[in-house]
């Protein structure tokens, strides 16, 4: 606070803190602040009911229970192996969620750290990283995916999400080594190298900050296609062993048309609970990016 010429106290603005900005731009964005409270409640459900689930009970096979509907003590009936949909739903859920999140902060720390020290250093250093990057995107990685998890023994969770991790770093290292070839040519960067600023405080202490946005955007964007991704493969017989749950595996029963018609109890709770995870993370995400992006403007 300080006077003006007639001695009144002039308030001073200060530019609000990165939380509050983030609260702001919820506050502003009504669908947003929804999808935020729906995200927490669906997952803080999703995780806590798997606490008191025990996985090997729900996947023991009951010939007995074979397709059972909904009702009679069975909240979402069961499969073609008398298995109780219900608790597969949760578990797979978790299981999803869990992967997809791993391969996400994985994946990001591997391609934005690459991106950046590529992008920064350029010459050499770059060259190298950008062939290993061509040289990737340009292999039938779904396919590789595919023999992997088929020759792997003793195929698990911990094995699917190194595999996928393995390959899907690359287009972030490739979108983040761009973003710091223009970033590097900026004021501030000349100037902290002039003061003798070390190259790693400068890459992730100072360059790495202001590409928040970009970063936000990513995770996000990229949580949701993991997600995806392994609901896909597993939907497709190469995810998950069939003794771990999964939203892709209840979702592929669907392929089977009596199952489609008449047994929707199955696979429409997975169906409508991928399309609700998917829609609230993207705009919780985009909610993220615009509190980025003003925090961003006021410096």
Same mark, same amino acid.
Do not use: C, H
């Given at each position: ?36 409270i729906l995200l927490v ?21 009951? $010939? !007995? ?5 909904? @009702?009679? &003590?069975? %909240?979402? /009936?069961?499969?073609? +192996?008398?298995? #109780? ?7 797979g859920a978790r299981n ?8 996400? $902060? !994985? ?5 934005? @750290?690459? &991106?950046? %020290?590529? /992008?920064?250093?350029? +010459?050499?250093? #770059? ?173």
């Amino acid at each position: 606070m300080s006077k003006t010429e007639n001695n009144q106290p002039e308030v001073v603005s200060i530019p609000p803190t990165g939380l509050k900005m983030i609260a702001r731009e919820f506050k502003k964005d009504k669908l947003a602040m929804a999808s935020l409270i729906l995200l927490v409640v669906l997952l803080v459900g999703i995780f806590v009911s798997a606490l008191f689930m025990d996985q090997a009970s729900i996947m023991k096979v009951s $010939i !007995l229970d074979k397709y059972n509907a909904p @009702g009679d &003590g069975w %909240i979402l /009936g069961a499969d073609e +192996g008398g298995r #109780d949909v219900f608790g597969q739903l949760i578990i797979g859920a978790r299981n999803s969620i869990t992967i997809g999140f791993l391969i996400t $902060i !994985l994946t990001s720390i591997i391609g934005v @750290g690459l &991106g950046i %020290i590529a /992008g920064y250093y350029g +010459g050499f250093i #770059d060259g190298v990283i950008m062939r290993i990057v061509d040289f990737i995107m340009i292999l039938p990685i779904m396919m590789i995916i595919i023999v992997f998890v088929t020759i792997i023994p003793n195929y698990n969770v911990l094995s699917f999400v190194m595999i996928m991790s393995l390959f899907y770093w690359v287009a972030k290292a490739r979108l983040f080594r761009g973003k710091t070839l223009s970033e590097v040519r900026r004021d501030y960067i000349s100037a902290s190298k002039t003061l003798g600023t070390s190259d790693f405080k400068i890459m992730f202490g100072e360059l790495m900050p202001n590409l928040s946005s970009l970063i936000i955007t990513n995770l996000t964007m990229n949580f949701a296609g993991n997600i995806g991704i392994e609901t896909t493969l597993s939907y497709l017989g190469f995810g998950l062993p069939q003794s771990t749950p999964s939203l892709g595996t209840l979702i592929g029963y669907a392929a089977s048309g009596d199952v489609l018609a008449n047994k929707t109890w199955i696979w429409v709770p997975a169906s409508i609970l991928i399309l609700v995870l998917m829609l609230s993370i993207n705009y919780v995400g985009q909610a993220f990016k615009r509190s980025a992006d003003a925090r961003q403007r006021l410096g």
